[in-house]
Nanobody, 124 residues
Framework: QVQLVESGGGLVQAGGSLRLSCVAS????????IAWFRQAPGKEREFVAA????????YYADSVKGRFTISRDNAKNTVYLQMNSLKPEDTAVYYC?????????????????WGQGTQVTVSS
């Protein structure tokens, strides 16, 4: 079992920045990849970014490339999502998720454990 706890969400003006954190606990030694997904009101949950727990390879959705950066601190069992140049369309609940195997990094089905989510609101 892995437990994931997100934090760092909030209200920010367009063009601003936020840093989200995802702290993992439990069987963290078995984690292969951690990802961020988001879900806006009335929309499907979508992939944002992912990072391999070992090696640190990263993956991004086209909509956030160049603006968001995912990173990890293995000593703290924490993954971060630095979000810059935020836009109103980035408004959503952001979830982190953990996978134990190298499935499709963008597919929700590849992730077995999910956090409770943190709200990000970007005002125009």
């Amino acid at each position: 079992q892995v437990q994931l706890v997100e934090s760092g969400g909030g209200l920010v003006q367009a063009g601003g920045s936020l840093r989200l954190s995802c702290v993992a606990s439990g069987r963290t030694f078995s984690i292969y990849r951690i990802a961020w997904f988001r879900q806006a009101p009335g929309k499907e949950r979508e992939f944002v970014a992912a990072i391999n727990w070992s090696g640190g390879r990263t993956y991004y959705a086209d909509s956030v490339k160049g603006r968001f950066t995912i990173s990890r601190d293995n000593a703290k069992n924490t993954v971060y999502l630095q979000m810059n140049s935020l836009k109103p369309e980035d408004t959503a609940v952001y979830y982190c998720a953990a996978s134990y195997y190298s499935g499709s990094y963008y597919s929700q089905n590849a992730y077995s454990y999910w956090g409770q989510g943190t709200q990000v609101t970007v005002s125009s």
